[in-house]
Antibody, heavy 121, light 109 residues
């Protein structure tokens, strides 16, 4: 079955960096765009970034543009999110999600279980 | 950026009742590119509806979506206890940013 598993979350000081990974299985990873979506504690969902199936197209939310970098390795069925210059407001559960239709701006299905990132001194 | 406003914030209903959740967009959504998700506490969101009215695989037929343009509705025809959750709408009308509504919490009395 389709499965997405995030890793790399943890506690980090403001201004530091962290790298999240998403391991995919159960589908042809290289055929789908992939997204990161986050959820601050007790808050709603916020789309963060997307990468196209071939890695050539990337988009970011204004709130992370210039600080976060999305990438993928189709040979390893993995996607990454490099997060630099982290701020307290980046504290959230970060979900990896597959694009629902193979492109890079559709619905999200399925979702991973999420990785908690806490930015605190 | 398209802003989605969901209402009501919280809905408290009894089992067997009908729930009607609203999602209003700040501008018209192309080709009804709107999805609905269910999120239970401590869990990841789950896709319910895409294309405004198409049910995702495995979703019970008591969940239905409707609407067009700027006004969309998620209806749960006969509430069951396991439907207690927060429901989010999301638009994918054009290139990113993709946006979500603020959510509606459904409580079962």
């Amino acid at each position: 079955q389709v499965q997405l598993v995030e890793s790399g979350g943890g506690v980090v000081q403001p201004g530091r960096s962290l790298r999240l990974s998403c391991a995919a299985s159960g589908f042809t990873f290289s055929s789908y765009g992939m997204h990161w979506v986050r959820q601050a504690p007790g808050k709603g969902l916020e789309w963060v970034a997307v990468i196209s199936y071939d890695g050539n197209t990337k988009y970011y939310a204004d709130s992370v543009n210039g600080r976060f970098t999305i990438s993928r390795d189709n040979s390893k069925n993995t996607m990454n999110l490099q997060m630099n210059s982290l701020r307290a407001e980046d504290t959230a559960v970060y979900y990896c999600a597959r694009d629902g239709h193979g492109g890079y701006y559709d619905w999200f299905d399925p979702w991973g279980l999420g990785a908690l990132v806490t930015v605190s001194s | 950026e398209i802003v989605l406003t969901q209402s009501p914030g919280t809905l408290s209903l009894s089992p067997g009742e009908r729930a009607t959740l609203s999602c209003r967009a700040s501008q018209s959504i192309t080709s009804n590119y709107l999805a609905w998700y269910q999120q239970k506490p401590g869990q990841a969101p789950r896709l319910l509806i895409y294309g405004a009215s198409s049910r995702a695989t495995g979703i019970p037929d008591r969940f239905s979506g409707s609407g067009s343009g700027t006004d969309f509705t998620l209806t749960i025809s006969r509430l069951e206890p396991e439907d207690a959750a927060v429901y989010y709408c999301q638009q994918y009308s054009g290139p990113p940013p993709l946006t979500f509504g603020g959510g509606t919490k459904v409580e079962i009395k």
